[in-house]
T-cell receptor, first 112, second 111 residues
Framework: DSGVTQTPKHLITATGQRVTLRCSPR?????VYWYQQSLDQGLQFLIH???????AKGNILERFSAQQFPDLHSELNLSSLELGDSALYFC???????????FGPGTRLTVL | GQSLEQPSEVTAVEGAIVQINCTYQ??????LSWYQQHDGGAPTFLSY????GLEETGRFSSFLSRSDSYGYLLLQELQMKDSASYFC????????????FGQGTTLQVKP
């Protein structure tokens, strides 16, 4: 158990819908990262927040947005969902911008 | 930009030694990390090389050569439970924790 929690574990929805994925980092970690992993693909960096502020963006679609709240939990919002958005979404946390990141169990999103 | 290349698959037998290579193209980075991911599970951190040379952690070792833009993960005394995907990753020198991952190497350990 990494100490990072993600909810929900599974999410099944329809095209055009909007969903919110939630992440709670390890106690004491100020950095939260979101990654997308499609079937048989590597981990694609989406976005990094540090202590409530956005620090870096990857190839995140405009339909996707995220935020980190004062209690340091983070939410990833995915809207106007398409079939291609079906993937595993991982949240990770670390102390500042560390190379050792602790990953949550992931949310498996299926768009039908 | 930054890119990392790894072999897509490696097969080895139980008890053997296997080396997973990672070559990279990047303008600058802090170090090379390795992560393990079992099927459907969360990636877990294995090792990190900030400097050139070998880092050893139990049965796993990792090596980095910045001059050759190359690193590897060495797994010794392979066990069935080592069957998993292994990813190398770099963090750029911009002030962010963004990790760029390779596409991963699937290791299959056979009895």
């Amino acid at each position: 158990d990494s100490g990072v929690t993600q909810t929900p574990k599974h999410l099944i929805t329809a095209t055009g819908q909007r969903v919110t994925l939630r992440c709670s980092p390890r106690s004491g970690d100020l950095s939260v990262y979101w990654y997308q992993q499609s079937l048989d693909q590597g981990l694609q960096f989406l976005i990094h927040y540090y202590n409530g502020e956005e620090r870096a963006k990857g190839n995140i679609l405009e339909r996707f947005s995220a935020q980190q709240f004062p209690d340091l939990h983070s939410e990833l919002n995915l809207s106007s969902l398409e079939l291609g958005d079906s993937a595993l979404y991982f949240c990770a946390s670390s102390v500042a911008g560390a190379d050792e990141q602790f990953f949550g169990p992931g949310t498996r999103l299926t768009v039908l | 930009g930054q890119s990392l290349e790894q072999p897509s698959e490696v097969t080895a037998v139980e008890g053997a030694i296997v080396q997973i290579n990672c070559t990279y193209q990047t303008s600058g980075f802090y170090g090379l990390s390795w992560y393990q991911q079992h099927d459907g599970g969360a990636p877990t951190f294995l090792s990190y090389n900030a400097l050139d040379g070998l880092e050893e952690t139990g049965r796993f070792s990792s090596f980095l050569s910045r001059s050759d833009s190359y690193g590897y993960l060495l797994l010794q005394e392979l066990q069935m439970k080592d069957s998993a995907s292994y990813f190398c990753a770099v963090r750029g020198t911009s002030n962010t924790g963004k990790l760029i991952f390779g596409q991963g190497t699937t290791l299959q350990v056979k009895p």
